[in-house]
């Protein structure tokens, strides 16, 4: 096998979507919940990411994180630091943040303006 | 069952008299990054996470009706993987796949033009054998089945006496194997074409997860690979057309 790795073959040229400038709301239910999660150290922040994957093809990565390697933009919402990956930005602008309390099911739910259908469980979309 | 002419290429001593064909659509893909797996797992049937170096492992990406859009082999190769396919449907796979890397670590060149495919068949795989392949020099050759091996070579340094690729679809109508652009097409869905051995029943969700565990939960798949007799089968249901057997895929 060739593998052509002295560079004999050109890289796929990937898709890379416009990068947008989010403008995202998180609920007042969300904002509670967070508050509890955060407590008084503001200096982590809300990852709100997208990998692929899922019934549906992307799914929503939600992360408190001290920092990321990935290339995001810095929003202040609410009071709270978020972090929205550029990469992924086309398909998060818009959102909101919300949370929903259930026996099953229950926890954070993006609701998503972008997203054509998900499924049944939320955590995917296309 | 014909009996097959004896043949072909040497490539290691234990295969010189099996049969090969050259794969003409086949495409290849080297796929490098430290989330490459996670990635294919997360948009494909068969779980691949766990694929180790020196490990092959066939999985199929599906769309979101659960049709195929190719069945691929990954070969963990130590630093990368790289994915052999169905050169028609390449291109439709990479933009099913690129749009979904986002800013995950993945990068993927098109390695087709630097080697050729070959299909050795009508072999004996131990089935311990079964999922792993080696190398010699510019030739790998890898396990798929029990009864097939795929072969990868540099351009030019592929097997020669190489068997007409109608005696593999005689084989194929005869042990019922299904093939990539006669019943592995994107007008089915894996198990249609007898692929189930490729649908991982535990692994997470993907796209078309749902319509084939609602399949599989239910035993209604709807169509099946079956063997025919070409006279008496419908002919828009024959997918490989033999002189008297076909490979047909008919409602059950």
Not at chain 2, 117 to 132: K, M, P, Q
Request: net charge negative; aromatic share 6%.
């Amino acid at each position: 096998m060739d593998c052509g790795t002295c560079d004999s073959a050109d890289p796929v040229q990937m898709v890379k979507p416009e990068v947008i400038d989010v403008n995202l709301t998180i609920s007042e239910m969300a904002k509670n919940m967070l508050a509890d999660a955060f407590g008084d150290d503001r200096s982590h922040a809300l990852l709100v990411g997208v990998l692929s994957g899922g019934c549906s093809g992307y799914m929503y990565d939600l992360q408190i994180v001290e920092s990321t390697d990935q290339d995001c933009q810095e929003l202040s919402v609410d009071g709270f630091r978020v972090l929205v990956p550029k990469a992924s930005s086309h398909l998060l602008d818009g959102i909101e943040i919300d949370y929903v309390e259930k026996l099953m099911g229950g926890g954070f739910k993006i609701n998503n303006p972008n997203a054509d259908s998900s499924c049944g469980c939320g955590e995917s979309f296309s | 069952m014909p009996i097959l002419p004896a043949v072909v290429g040497s490539l290691f001593p234990e295969v010189a008299s099996l049969p090969i064909a050259a794969l003409l659509d086949a495409s290849l893909t080297l796929w490098r990054g430290k989330d490459v797996l996670q990635f294919i797992d997360g948009l494909s049937t068969n779980k691949v996470t766990e694929l180790k170096s020196g490990q092959l492992i066939r999985t199929i990406f599906t769309d979101s009706n659960a049709k195929i859009i190719d069945c691929v082999t990954l070969f963990h190769m130590g630093e990368f993987v790289v994915t052999a396919g169905h050169l028609p449907f390449l291109e439709k796979l990479l933009k099913h796949t690129s749009r979904r890397i986002l800013g995950q670590d993945v990068s993927i060149t098109d390695i087709t033009q630097l080697n050729e495919l070959f299909i050795e068949f009508d072999c004996t795989n131990d089935s311990a054998d079964i999922g792993s392949f080696s190398s010699e020099g510019e030739i790998t050759r890898g396990n798929i089945s029990g009864n097939m091996s795929l072969i990868v070579s540099s351009k030019g340094n592929g097997p020669s006496n190489l068997e007409n690729f109608e005696i593999f679809n005689l084989w194929r109508i005869n042990n019922k194997v299904p093939w990539h652009g006669y019943e592995i097409t994107n007008s089915f869905h894996p198990f249609a074409c007898g692929l189930e051995e490729l649908v991982h029943q535990q692994k997470g969700c993907y796209i078309g997860q749902e319509i084939l565990a609602r399949m599989h939960s239910r035993g209604k798949q709807g169509k099946i690979l079956s063997q025919v007799d070409t006279l008496t089968c419908k002919p828009s249901s024959i997918t490989t057309m033999g002189e008297t057997q076909s490979l047909a895929i008919i409602r059950c």
